[in-house]
């Protein structure tokens, strides 16, 4: 167990349907990062919280959406599924707000569009 | 568990013998760079880190090696192990202003019995 939990790890929805994500980071970890992973493809980056506060911006994509709550888990709004969003999204966690020191991820939630 | 990458390349390698795994970053800028391991059903996991002011450094049974010159990352494994099996990819970063972590695609490893 790393510490980061996310939830559900499996999710089997629609097209044009919208899910929520969640993730919760390491105790004492201020920082939650999200990832979406597709088959053959890297990690790519989608967003960054710090705090409570959006921090960092990657290839997301409009119809995504996420928020860091007052107790810092964080949730990744998925809209207007297309069957494309299929993918494994990871969480990860960090003391601060630096990209890449520290990480720590979650197991994931597998995705799946139909 | 999660099958991350069907069509990734693939290094079979006998348990016992070393791997090498090679990554080519992109951004000549970067400066930090991380090995990470994930296996099926699992997050990344962090292995080793190297920063750009080292060419090599050495962890339990990893080293990592760095070429500035030619863009190039490798990560050696020593006396590989059947828990070794997992896909393995490096990620970049440059650690000023606003940091944005570059993954790589990965190498899934196999480990022969």
């Known amino acids: 167990d790393s510490g980061v939990t996310q939830t559900p790890k499996h999710l089997i929805t629609a097209t044009g349907q919208r899910v929520t994500l969640r993730c919760s980071p390491r105790s004492g970890d201020l920082s939650v990062y999200w990832y979406q992973q597709s088959l053959d493809q890297g990690l790519q980056f989608l967003i960054q919280?710090?705090?409570?506060?959006?921090?960092a911006k990657g290839n997301i994509l409009e119809r995504f959406s996420a928020q860091q709550f007052p107790d810092l888990h964080s949730e990744l709004n998925l809209s207007s599924l297309e069957l494309g969003d299929s993918a494994l999204y990871f969480c990860a966690s960090s003391v601060d707000h630096l990209q890449g020191y520290g990480y720590t991820f979650g197991s994931g939630t597998r995705l799946t569009v139909v | 568990g999660e099958s991350v990458g069907l069509h990734l390349p693939t290094l079979s390698v006998q348990e016992g013998d070393n791997s090498i795994i090679n990554c080519a970053y992109s951004n000549s800028a970067s400066d930090y760079f991380i090995w990470y391991k994930q296996e099926s059903g699992k997050g990344p996991q962090f292995i080793i880190d190297?920063?750009?002011?080292?060419d090599k450094r050495q962890g339990q049974r990893v080293t990592v090696l760095l070429n500035k010159t030619v863009k190039h990352l490798s990560l050696q494994i020593a006396a590989t192990q059947p828990g070794d099996s997992a896909v393995y990819f490096c990620?970049?970063?440059?650690?000023?202003?606003?940091?944005?972590?570059?993954f790589g695609t990965g190498t899934r490893l196999k480990v022969l019995a």
């Open positions: 190297i920063r750009s002011n080292m």
């Open positions: 919280y710090y705090n409570g506060e959006e921090r």
């Open positions: 990620a970049e970063t440059v650690t000023s202003g606003t940091y944005k972590y570059i």
